[in-house]
């Protein structure tokens, strides 16, 4: 990968190393996260590779999706 990924660009479904490269953490930390329930993976194709939500990686990050409603705010945890 020789473009360097921003958040206001990201595909809503990113790779483990994607992932990585964004939080700034090993890709086995990653998978790691996934298997703790920390950050759902979604498993594509019949080798079962991983993908992750846009959505959950922001979560991690601390930022907040805008929405029309207040109950539809995803809000970062205290990990």
């Given amino acids: 990968m020789s473009d360097k990924l921003s958040l206001e660009n990201l595909p809503d479904l990113l790779t ?3 992932v990585a490269e964004i ?7 990653i998978k790691r996260w996934g298997k703790r329930g ?3 993976a ?3 194709n019949s080798r079962g590779d ?3 939500k846009k959505e959950a990686v922001l979560w991690l990050l ?8 207040s109950s539809d705010t995803i ?5």
């Fill in 16 to 18: 483990v190393k994607e």
């Fill in 23 to 29: 939080l700034r953490v090993s890709p086995l930390t």
């Fill in 38 to 40: 920390k950050l759902p």
């Fill in 42 to 44: 979604i498993r594509i």
């Fill in 50 to 52: 991983r993908r992750y």
């Fill in 62 to 69: 601390g930022i907040t999706q805008k929405s029309s409603t």
């Fill in 75 to 79: 809000q970062p945890s205290n990990y």
